[in-house]
């Protein structure tokens, strides 16, 4: 071997030595960080846009990105596509087509929004790398347009397919802002007559736009759930240590609409939505009575009872109210605008 074949050797060595050091310090931090830089970038070109009402011409954020990445629970699937495709299948998950116009325009901004706030201030993290999933007890639901058909007759599929398809487009691209900011737009099915503060649940502060107001339903949802004291101890035994036998529950305060705030179980104090998720009951709005040895559960609406509430909204707009009024109502001070492209 030459010296000069291992000075060659060496210079080569010393070349990829140097090239597998850029790309440890440079190339593979950037290509990691390429997903959030670019949220980030986006975060800083504001986007104008122009209020639906009256002067609320405002800025927020610009979006993220036009597609959304969504986890499909039952095969663990990412899927990526336009936002406004994923909010059709939004409502066909979340509201019934038989609902009015109005109201599936009201859930189509509220769902664009809720969406773009959990984008915005990246709050769930799910695997894969999807922004959303379609489980409603994480963020809400969704069904896709096969689905859909499937199970409607092929008569009607076209019409009610449309109904839906419409409620997004004629809404496109308008969100719910408070002081010029996107909020954070709760939705439940029924506020069983008054919608929750929300400070009695997720948040420890007010949240302005996220105060009580009436329910605005037609009509009294009640529900009922018995259980044995087995099955009881079993549903609470997680957060009360050694239940069994005897079951003492006590309601210690309720929230400003009435809901149950705090429970304690056997002296156990728990908050009434974290007893209302051990048990899968339909509200944190319930009395208990007890009869032989069953443990009954009379409930009073459904859902957390924060936001818009969909069987509510459908109300308003049976009763002649447009989906800004809707929006305006169950969420206080807020204006809905548009996000110009
Ligand atoms: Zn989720």
């Not at 038989?98 to 915005?120: F, S």
């Not at 802002?177 to 400070?199: C, D, M, P, Q, R």
């Not at 309601?251 to 056997?266: L, P, Q």
Request: hydrophobic share 35%; net charge negative; charged share 25%.
């Amino acid at each position: 071997m030459s010296n000069k074949y291992l000075k060659n050797v060496k210079s080569w060595y010393v070349l990829v030595l140097f090239l597998i050091y850029m790309l440890i310090c440079f190339l593979i931090p950037s290509m990691i960080n390429g997903k959030t830089s670019k949220v980030a970038n986006s975060k800083e070109s504001e986007k104008e846009v122009q209020g639906v009402g009256k002067n609320n011409k405002t800025n927020v954020d610009a979006l993220p990105t036009g597609k959304i990445k969504l986890l499909l629970t039952e095969s663990n699937q990412v899927v990526e596509m336009n936002l406004e495709d994923y909010l059709k299948g939004v409502l066909i998950g979340e509201v019934p087509v038989t609902y009015e116009m109005e109201a599936l325009k009201a859930q189509a901004v509220v769902a664009r929004t809720y969406t773009l706030y959990k984008l915005k201030n990246a709050i769930t993290k799910h695997e894969q790398g999807a922004d959303m999933c379609d489980d409603i007890n994480c963020c809400q639901a969704y069904k896709t347009k096969e689905y859909a058909f499937a199970s409607w007759d092929d008569n009607e599929e076209n019409e009610k397919w449309a109904k839906y398809e419409n409620a997004v487009n004629a809404t496109a691209g308008e969100v719910i802002l408070y002081n010029k900011e996107l909020i954070n737009a709760f939705f439940h099915a029924h506020s069983g007559g008054t919608t929750e503060n929300v400070k009695y649940l997720w948040s420890k502060n007010e949240i302005p736009y996220l105060v009580s107001v009436p329910g605005n339903e037609g009509y009294i949802y009640q529900d009922t759930k018995s259980f044995t004291k087995t099955e009881l101890a079993e549903l609470l035994k997680s957060d009360v240590a050694n239940i069994s036998g005897e079951i003492q529950f006590e309601i210690k305060d309720y929230t400003g609409s009435g809901r149950v705030n705090h429970i304690a179980v056997n002296g156990i104090d728990l908050d009434g939505a974290r007893f209302r998720s051990l048990l899968g009951i339909k509200s944190t709005n319930f009395r208990i009575e007890e009869s032989g040895d069953n443990i009954i559960f009379f409930t009073v609406g459904y859902g957390h009872g924060i936001g818009m509430s969909q069987e509510g909204a459908n109300q308003m707009a049976l009763d002649g109210n447009s989906y800004v009024d809707i929006i305006k109502h169950y969420y206080t001070g807020v204006e809905v605008a548009k996000l110009e492209d």
